[in-house]
Nanobody, 121 residues
Framework: QVQLTESGGGSVQAGASLRLSCTSS????????MAWFRQAPGKEREFVAL????????FYADSVKGRFTISRDNAKNMMWLQMSSLKPEDTAVYYC??????????????WGQGTQVNVSS
């Protein structure tokens, strides 16, 4: 069973930056795409960013494009989400997702427990 562990969440003011980390226990980490999703209270889980197995291809939700950057290091079995110019609407629990592809949560096999990000105005 693959375990994904997120860290790096916190409470910040609008305009600040945060860097989320995701560590995977998967031996085949480098073979699969990874993604970040988020879920705000009362809302469905939504796609944030996706990175291909090689790291050469990345995709972003329009709402975060230009502000967030997804990256990975296959040698360390880690993925990151650098978040800049944070807005109150970015407040959510952020989830790391593994072994999948696309913008739907149903397309991923493994999930972390989530890390809370709160952005105040």
């Amino acid at each position: 069973q693959v375990q994904l562990t997120e860290s790096g969440g916190g409470s910040v003011q609008a305009g600040a930056s945060l860097r989320l980390s995701c560590t995977s226990s998967a031996q085949a980490f480098s073979e699969h795409a990874m993604a970040w999703f988020r879920q705000a209270p009362g809302k469905e889980r939504e796609f944030v960013a996706l990175i291909a197995w090689s790291g050469e291809s990345t995709f972003y939700a329009d709402s975060v494009k230009g502000r967030f950057t997804i990256s990975r290091d296959n040698a360390k079995n880690m993925m990151w989400l650098q978040m800049s110019s944070l807005k109150p609407e970015d407040t959510a629990v952020y989830y790391c997702a593994g072994r999948g592809w696309g913008q739907s949560p149903t397309q991923y096999d493994f999930w972390g427990q989530g890390t809370q990000v709160n952005v105040s105005s």
